[in-house]
């Protein structure tokens, strides 16, 4: 995912994650909240006024989460599971996050840009390295790690096939989860699936195409709510969340809910 001036300027303010705070029955009974941090790039983030109306997945994953299961938001445009490290970012989540917590880490789209080592690692060597550091870091609090393989892109071949775009990382975190005893929602495989079930035209809806362009990595609100949707369901599939703790995964959920704040000065 290459940076354009926007995303770099969104990328700077995402650095102060939006947390949607419990409230309600976590407070009345003097139970603290369990948090779901995401650890991730720009599919993930939250965005801002002057992105609209690209969306991140997070934006919407808390449409499907029951009100005493917050969701802190620490994904930012660009990053790689080397960046986010080398700058600092993995330390502040582990600063905050508590025994009972979840860390939601999901790379891959900027770690395969080669041509840039501030990012760039090796799918079966330093890319599974770092992202033990956040297994490693999040077990060391008493939070529970999960990984996510990588959303997938808009992309066919001419006979309308969707392809993916990922190489070998996907495959990377999938043995890792296996050797580290780590849950895996293999979004990847879920996403590429809906894409082919959409099909080439209806993906562009998903997507966030607009009349100056044609993003087929980034979503707009309706792609972001159905990657959200896929996230929550593998949540309580993969039994890392109880039924009681999600909700609406088969409502539909207005776009209208999707906001995006004004950047901080």
């Given at each position: 995912?290459?940076?354009?001036?926007?995303?770099?300027?969104?990328?700077?303010?995402?650095?102060?994650?939006?947390?949607?705070?419990?409230?309600g029955?976590a407070q009345a009974t003097?139970?603290?909240?369990?948090?779901?941090?995401?650890?991730?790039?720009?599919?993930?983030?939250?965005?801002?006024?002057?992105?609209?109306?690209?969306?991140?997945?997070?934006?919407?994953?808390?449409?499907f989460l029951?009100?005493?299961?917050?969701?802190?938001?620490?994904?930012?445009?660009?990053?790689?599971?080397?960046?986010?490290?080398?700058e600092?970012?993995?330390?502040?989540?582990?600063?905050?996050?508590?025994p009972?917590d979840?860390?939601?880490?999901?790379?891959?789209?900027?770690?395969?840009?080669?041509?840039?080592?501030?990012?760039?690692t090796?799918p079966?060597?330093?890319?599974?390295d770092?992202?033990?550091?956040?297994?490693?870091g999040?077990r060391?609090?008493?939070?529970?790690?999960?990984?996510?393989?990588?959303?997938?892109?808009?992309?066919?071949?001419?006979?309308?096939?969707?392809?993916?775009?990922?190489?070998?990382?996907?495959?990377?975190?999938?043995?890792?989860?296996k050797?580290?005893?780590?849950?895996?929602?293999?979004?990847?495989?879920?996403?590429?699936?809906?894409?082919?079930?959409?099909?080439?035209?209806?993906?562009?809806?998903?997507?966030?195409?607009?009349?100056?362009?044609?993003?087929?990595?980034?979503?707009?609100?309706?792609?972001?709510?159905?990657?959200?949707?896929?996230v929550a369901?593998?949540?309580?599939?993969?039994?890392?969340?109880?039924?009681s703790e999600?909700?609406?995964?088969d409502?539909?959920?207005?776009?209208?809910?999707?906001?995006?704040?004004?950047?901080?000065?």
């Open positions: 995912m290459s940076l354009s001036r926007r995303q770099v300027t969104a990328a700077a303010v995402a650095a102060v994650p939006l947390t949607f705070a419990a409230t029955t003097g139970r603290r909240a369990r948090t779901l941090y995401i650890a991730g790039d720009s599919t993930a983030a939250q965005k801002y006024a002057d992105a609209a109306p690209e969306t991140g997945w997070g934006m919407a994953l808390p449409f029951h009100k005493d299961r917050p969701v802190a938001n620490h994904a930012v445009n660009g990053r790689s599971s080397k960046s986010f490290v080398d600092g970012r993995l330390d502040v989540i582990l600063r905050q996050i508590q009972g979840f860390l939601l880490i999901q790379f891959g789209h900027n770690d395969e840009k080669v041509n840039d080592p501030t990012r760039y090796e079966w060597t330093t890319y599974q770092h992202l033990r550091m956040y297994i490693d999040a060391a609090r008493g939070a529970r790690p999960v990984l996510a393989t990588s959303v997938e892109r808009r992309k066919f071949d001419a006979a309308g096939k969707a392809l993916p775009s990922h190489g070998e990382y996907p495959a990377a975190m999938r043995a890792l989860a050797q580290e005893g780590v849950t895996l929602l293999d979004i990847q495989a879920l996403s590429i699936a809906l894409w082919q079930r959409l099909g080439v035209e209806e993906t562009k809806k998903y997507f966030n195409w607009t009349t100056t362009e044609q993003d087929n990595t980034h979503f707009n609100p309706p792609g972001a709510i159905a990657v959200a949707r896929l369901r593998e949540l309580l599939r993969a039994r890392v969340l109880a039924p999600v909700r609406r995964l409502e539909t959920i207005p776009e209208s809910w999707i906001t995006w704040p004004k950047a901080a000065a």
